[in-house]
C-alpha cells in the first residue's frame, strides 16, 4: 500500500502568514493527490484535487502543487477560519484511500 | 445541496454487531460511489469502505476486511456499514461521504461509535 506522511505535524502560525504544509508519498502518485481541511468536531473538507485544481467555493489564497511523491498545500494569507488541521489523500492507487496523518495549524 | 446524514451509533460491548446508515439527498445517489471513513478520538483518517453505484463492487481497508460488510439500497437513498466483531480499536467517529472520481467531495456530520464493556 501506498504510505503518506506530512510535515510538519502541527505548526505554529499567525494571521496574514504565508503557511506551506508538504507531503511526501511512498510511490509515484502524479497527480492524484487531494487535500482536506478539519475543523474540530466537524467533517473534512475537500480543499483542492488533482494536486493542484482549486475544488468549488474554496478562497483563492489555497493553492496546491506537486507531482509525483512530493506535493504541498499553500494559504498565502492565513486567515483565522484557517486554523485546522489539513489532510493530504492518495487516490492513485487504490484501495485504499490513504490519508496522511494530518498537520495541526494553530494559533 | 448534498446533504449525508448518518445515523446508527453508540456504546456497543467487544464482539458485538452495529449497523450504521447514511440518509442521502440533493444528488443522483444510484450513480454515485459513496465511502466509509473513520476517525477514533484524537487520531487521523481512515478510509473504511466504498461501494459502486450499483452495488457490485465493494471495497474495504485490511482492517475491516471480514468483519465489516458495505451495502446500499439505491431505492431509498442510504448507504449502509454493517459492523461485526467489534473491537475497541474500532472506536471511532464514522463518516459517510460521495465519491466524485477519487475524491470525497461531500462529507456527513458523523456517527460515534464506541466499542467498550
Known amino acids: 500500500d501506498v504510505q503518506m506522511t506530512q510535515s510538519p505535524s502541527s505548526l505554529s502560525a499567525s494571521v496574514g502568514d504565508r503557511v506551506t504544509i508538504t507531503c511526501r508519498a511512498s510511490e509515484n502518485l502524479s497527480t492524484y493527490l487531494n487535500w482536506y481541511q478539519q475543523k474540530p468536531g466537524k467533517a473534512p473538507k475537500l480543499l483542492i484535487y488533482?494536486?493542484?485544481s482549486l475544488h468549488t467555493g474554496v478562497p483563492s489564497r489555497f493553492s496546491g502543487s506537486g507531482s509525483g511523491t512530493d506535493f504541498s498545500l499553500t494559504i498565502s494569507s492565513l486567515q483565522p477560519e484557517d486554523f485546522a488541521t489539513y489532510y493530504c489523500?492518495?487516490?492513485?492507487?487504490?484501495?485504499?484511500?490513504?490519508f496522511g496523518p494530518g498537520t495541526k495549524v494553530e494559533i | 445541496e448534498v446533504q449525508l446524514l448518518e445515523s446508527g451509533g453508540g456504546l456497543i460491548q467487544p464482539g458485538g454487531s452495529l449497523r450504521l446508515s447514511c440518509a442521502a439527498s440533493g444528488f443522483t445517489f444510484s450513480k454515485s460511489v459513496m465511502t466509509w471513513v473513520r476517525q477514533a478520538p484524537g487520531k487521523g483518517l481512515e478510509w473504511v469502505s466504498a461501494?459502486?453505484?450499483?452495488?457490485?463492487?465493494?471495497q474495504y481497508a485490511d482492517s475491516v476486511k471480514g468483519r465489516f460488510t458495505i451495502s446500499r439500497d439505491n431505492s431509498r437513498a442510504t448507504l449502509f456499514l454493517q459492523m461485526s466483531s467489534l473491537r475497541a480499536e474500532d472506536t471511532a467517529l464514522y463518516f459517510c461521504?460521495?465519491?466524485?472520481?477519487?475524491?470525497?467531495?461531500?462529507w456527513g456530520h458523523g456517527t460515534l461509535v464506541t466499542v467498550s464493556s
Open positions: 488533482s494536486a493542484s
Open positions: 461501494i459502486s453505484g450499483s452495488g457490485d463492487y465493494l
Open positions: 461521504a460521495k465519491v466524485a472520481e477519487t475524491l470525497f467531495d461531500s
Open positions: 489523500q492518495q487516490s492513485y492507487t487504490t484501495p485504499p484511500f490513504t
